[in-house]
């Protein structure tokens, strides 16, 4: 069964903590994406990867970082840094990113992370 | 900068009745247009996507259109029923890639039984 799994489901943070949300994905798509979802607001992007060892920072990348180790996995990893973290986070995945071609993005069922 | 907006923030129908949601954006070199349900507390299910060489999309009851040179997308639902209730998402993206999609803020649409 194809899809997106992002654990956990609900994460509390303490000040001063760091912490890791999970993607994954077995749809073996190159390309996968970190949102971030307030309320009242549209989805902004905080990362993206386009191809295993490889990512791009995207509108709101400050307090956050990424890795690309495998083509199936992306984690998010939410530092000290991020001064205002607790939101409802998604990611996404699409078949690729190669300019002139577009792919259809798919969405995991999110993580909301809250700062105790 | 592109900027998306749904307008209205929140929409009420009877059962039965076919609507309208609405998407405007401000960069009419928006390359193609992605329109998401997303239900409370859930991830996004993507609808429809309509290229940049196409003007419309249809999947069931659902039917979107996209005319850029207005600015403007329109999601069609047909026979509306009480799952239909949810936030409709609609997202645009440029001609770099499809890693810059922008979000509108969404409509929450509730169908009255």
């Known amino acids: 069964d194809g899809g997106i799994t992002q654990s956990p489901k609900y994460l509390f943070r303490k000040e001063g903590q760091n912490v890791t949300l999970s993607c994954e994905q077995n749809?073996?798509?190159?390309?996968m994406y970190w949102y971030r979802q307030d309320p009242g607001q549209g989805l902004r992007l905080i990362y993206y990867s386009q191809i295993v060892n490889d990512f791009q920072k995207g509108d709101i990348a400050e307090g956050y970082s990424v890795s690309r180790e495998k083509k199936e996995s992306f984690p998010l990893t939410v530092t000290s840094a991020q001064k205002n973290p607790t939101a409802f986070y998604l990611c996404a995945s699409s078949a690729s990113t190669l300019a002139g071609v577009y792919n259809e993005q798919f969405f995991g069922p999110g993580t909301r992370l809250t700062v105790l | 900068k592109q900027e998306v907006t749904q307008i209205p923030a929140a929409l009420s129908v009877p059962e039965g009745e076919n609507l309208v949601l609405n998407c405007s954006f401000t960069?009419?070199?928006?390359?193609?247009l992605q329109w998401f349900r997303q239900d409370p507390g859930k991830g996004l299910t993507s609808l429809l996507l309509?290229?940049?060489?196409?003007r419309e999309q249809t999947s069931g009851r659902l039917n979107a259109s996209l005319d850029k040179s207005s600015g403007r997308s329109t999601l069609y639902i047909a026979a509306s029923q009480p799952g239909d209730s949810a936030t409709y998402l609609c997202?645009?993206?440029?001609?770099?890639?499809?890693?810059?999609?922008?979000f509108g803020t969404g409509t929450r649409l509730t169908i009255i039984p």
């Open positions: 960069d009419s070199a928006i390359y193609n």
């Open positions: 997202a645009g993206g440029s001609n770099f890639g499809n890693e810059k999609l922008t």
């Open positions: 309509i290229q940049s060489s196409q």
């Open positions: 749809l073996n798509h190159d390309a």
